[in-house]
């Protein structure tokens, strides 16, 4: 299974997902509903301009957002 880091990316840098929701409002729009699935890996797609906002604001590469895990849904 594929899961989102956002939470640990947030942890290491010592963020909040409000802060992190803040950030992705300032670049573009997202109902909070959305952005606490995408943090909850409650979703099952992302879109690639929700993976380059993410990337920008948690000065990250891609591969640093997402884990393969042994884990099933």
């Known amino acids: 299974m594929v899961k ?15 802060w992190l929701f803040n950030q992705l409002n300032n670049v573009g729009n997202i109902s909070y509903s959305n952005f ?23 000065d990250c590469k891609p591969n640093d957002l997402f884990e393969i895990t042994d884990e099933e849904n």
């Open 4 to 18: 989102l880091n956002v939470k640990k990316l947030l942890e290491q840098k010592k963020k909040s997902k409000y």
């Open 36 to 58: 606490n699935n995408l943090v909850e890996n409650r979703t099952g797609s992302i879109k690639y301009s929700n993976i380059e906002k993410l990337c920008k604001i948690l």
